[in-house]
């Protein structure tokens, strides 16, 4: 027996020295797992959180647009806004080389201004080209008030992202609710539109006059005559069958929704400057975004910007001809006339200070003016 064990303990140790020394592996052995021989990966070095491109490279987006314009495509004069959108749209698709596609929802489908807005800040949409009101924010209302601008130079040196003081105030306030303020267009400014002919104030005092969901707005325009708010979709048929008997509207607007069918007067008071085209997104899903693509989305939308400026200023240079020749007579306001209208605006500037706050209204005013020199 001690023989059998010697032996048996002598053929173990003959075999650890073989395996010892390098000699040929048995079948069960484990494969040698160096980077050079191995068809395992090599271990990667630590992911840089930073870097958004590495996580989301290759990927693509389909992203939806909610607007109030018009489809350009069936309204192709005196629509500088829709005619913007869809360039955005086009510019994204470009820019990203298809890896971002927008699908526009145009003409309110999604809802009004104030409902596509609450989605953009509840991050259920993606984008809305529009204008968020003051229910959403009260500093808002300061794109409302009346006669900040007196034409459509003094809007774009204010509301351009690049060096506007009205762009850089209310990108802050915007970022505050979690929303990315991409561009803003120069919008509209806004007259006066009716079947009898307005002069003055005095004029529209016992007139129903639709106007659009914005407290400042209702304030100043129930402070004139009994102010109803009507959505955009509406318009027409509300002129048509009595139900107002007047509007506050701009004038490109008037041809491009036909309401020089049902009424007789457009009076040019610039009264107020129409936000309407705010360009804007979730903060989330703009972090989101991987560098390269946040830079397309933004070039996007800078020529969105200056798409709408450059085609309202055109528009306006024709529209009160096209509106007077399809039967529509363009009000001769006076001096005296337009300084009743400031009147009356003025009248209101306790009640705009006490809405949006009157720290916020004399910084607002101070960016106006900054811009304006």
């Known amino acids: ?54 996580k989301d490279d290759g990927k693509t987006w389909e992203l939806n647009l909610g607007c109030v314009a018009n489809d350009p495509a069936n ?91 009205v762009f850089a105030l209310s990108s802050e306030w915007m970022a505050e609710s979690d929303v990315k303020l991409l561009a803003f267009g120069v919008g509209a400014l806004r007259g006066f539109v009716s079947n009898n002919e307005v002069h003055t104030p005095a004029d529209a005092k016992n007139l129903k006059i639709r106007t659009y969901e914005d407290a400042l707005v209702n304030k100043f325009w129930g402070s004139i005559g009994t102010a109803s708010i009507i959505p955009g979709s509406e318009i027409y048929s509300a002129l048509q069958t009595k139900t ?4 506050e509207f701009h004038a490109t607007g008037c041809y491009s929704f036909k309401l020089n069918e049902v009424a007789n007067y457009f ?58 020749n399809s039967g529509m007579t363009i009000t001769d306001l006076t001096e005296a006339d337009i300084d009743a209208w400031h009147d009356a605006a003025d009248a209101l500037i306790d009640y705009y200070k006490e809405y949006v706050g009157a720290d916020v209204y004399e910084e607002y005013v101070a960016a106006v003016e900054a811009s304006k020199k």
């Open 267 to 324: 009076a040019p008071l610039n009264w107020q400057w129409t936000n309407g085209t705010v360009l804007s997104c979730p903060m989330s899903l703009w972090d989101s975004f991987p560098a390269d693509i946040q830079e397309a989305i933004q070039k996007a939308a800078d020529d969105y910007a200056i798409s709408q400026y450059q085609w309202m200023v055109e528009d306006e240079e024709t529209v009160f001809e096209t509106l007077s």
């Open 1 to 54: 027996m001690k023989k059998r064990f010697s032996a048996i303990l002598a053929l173990v140790l003959a075999i650890c020295l073989l395996a010892a020394c390098g000699g040929t592996p048995s079948v069960n052995a484990p494969a040698d797992k160096s980077p050079a021989n191995s068809a395992a990966p090599a271990p990667s070095a630590p992911e840089d959180k930073n870097n958004d491109a590495s």
């Open 244 to 247: 107002v008997d007047a509007m």
């Open 75 to 165: 309204v192709t004069e005196y629509n500088a806004n829709g005619k913007a959108i869809q360039i955005f749209a086009d510019k994204v698709d470009e820019y990203t080389n298809g890896r971002v596609k927008v699908n526009i929802h145009w003409a309110s489908v999604l809802g009004s201004n104030v409902a596509m807005y609450d989605e953009i800040q509840m991050g259920s949409l993606d984008f809305h080209a529009g204008q968020p009101m003051s229910s959403a924010d009260a500093r808002f209302a300061c794109w409302n008030l009346p006669f900040m601008f007196d034409n459509y130079d003094e809007i774009w040196a204010a509301t351009n992202r690049d060096g506007g003081e």
